[in-house]
């Protein structure tokens, strides 16, 4: 229960909030009418929110203020560049409202507004997880509303890429550092960043070591925890190479970041008169064609592509690895005279292809 008491002149509260005692000033003269105010509204207010807890409560901040903290700490990640304008537009949604005024029917309307895959929801579901989670750290709400959001999962589409004689016209219609661009590209199946970020001493011995990825002027170690990797590439690369160099220390300058390469990559598909794909089907192109024509495994593949795992590779290409390139010999019974066996020449040709 609050009392009060006086301090000089000044009337003061005291009273008791989880066993700790507080002190406080009403800033109110010792007259009888404000001692009238403290004993009819003042004491009974503050009971009353000791007794519903209120008195516990931190002011709650807007979103954006939790938002801030948030892209303030996630700064020093490698992929903060590419996620940086997916949280800025969760950032700017809810940016003046109470964050504890936001509900969690709140959070999934949004979701389900966004007219993009849910692959790509991802972001911005973390995004969102994480600044609730800070305002749960900071005592205002007492759960994270989106913690365990389901995304519904997205419809598999067949990986796109470009013919042999569509690549070649490609890169016939292409020019300058952008051919040089496309060969390693299409050669290599190295990711946009990863290219961009290339020096002349990252090749070596017939392989070109990756070691880095420059995304919009930001260098980082990959994408992925083995995105450090080494892939053979066609000699004639290099001579092509050292025709574009400059005092750079990055083979291809000031370009670094697949937006700048937008204009030359729409030009080159026109003039080429092939359908423009996303620049980033250069790797699916690698990626189908050297499993077509059986040049590498599954396994051999997913380590070429700095894949984490030789899973996300199979659930990315399956689709490209068709009856047709499966191999098992024309006495093949599964359930028959089991005397039957594949042939041993062959079935090593089938397991090369991933199965």
């Known amino acids: 229960m609050t009392t009060y008491f006086l301090r000089g002149s000044v009337i003061w509260l005291n009273y008791y909030v989880d ?81 504890d005024t936001i509900t969690r029917l709140d959070i999934k309307e949004y979701l389900n507004s966004l007219n993009i895959k849910s692959a790509s929801k991802a972001t911005y579901r973390s995004g969102l997880n994480g600044i609730f989670e800070l305002a749960v750290d900071d005592g205002v709400m007492n759960f994270n509303p989106a913690l365990n959001i389901r995304l519904s999962k997205d419809a598999k589409e067949a990986v796109k890429y470009y013919k042999k004689d569509e690549v070649k016209n490609i890169i016939e219609a292409s020019s300058g550092f952008f051919k040089v661009y496309l060969q390693i590209a299409f050669n290599t199946g190295m990711r946009t960043g990863e290219i961009l970020g290339l020096q002349l001493g990252d ?44 005092n750079n220390i990055f083979i291809f300058g000031d370009i670094d970041d697949a937006g700048k390469l937008d204009y030359h990559w729409r030009q080159c598909a026109l003039d080429a008169k092939v359908e423009k794909l996303r620049l980033y089907c250069t790797r699916h192109t690698y990626a189908t064609l050297m499993l077509n024509s059986k040049l590498v495994s599954i396994n051999e593949l997913a380590g070429l592509l700095g894949h ?35 042939d041993k020449t062959k079935g090593d040709k089938a397991l090369k292809i991933g199965l």
């Not at 519903?52 to 903290?69: C, D, H, L, S, V």
């Open 308 to 342: 984490s795992s030789a899973k996300t590779t199979l659930d990315k290409y399956a689709s490209v690895l068709g009856a047709e390139f499966i191999d098992l010999g024309k006495d093949f019974s599964l359930f028959g005279d089991n005397t039957v066996t594949v």
């Open 19 to 99: 066993g700790v005692r507080k002190q406080k000033s009403t800033k109110l003269k010792h007259t009888s009418q404000n001692m009238k105010i403290v004993k009819d509204k003042i004491i009974p207010a503050l009971d009353i929110k000791i007794a519903t807890g209120e008195i516990y409560k931190k002011k709650p901040q807007t979103f954006e203020y939790y938002g801030n903290i948030f892209l303030r700490q996630k700064k020093s990640i490698k992929s903060y560049s590419s996620k940086l304008a997916k949280w800025e537009r969760v950032i700017e949604f809810f940016k003046n409202r109470n964050i």
């Open 203 to 246: 090749f070596e011995d017939g392989y070109i070591n990756i070691k880095r990825s420059r995304t919009k002027g930001i260098v980082g170690s990959g994408k992925t925890w083995n995105a450090q990797r080494k892939v053979p590439y066609p000699s004639f690369i290099y001579d092509e190479v050292k025709k574009i160099q400059t």
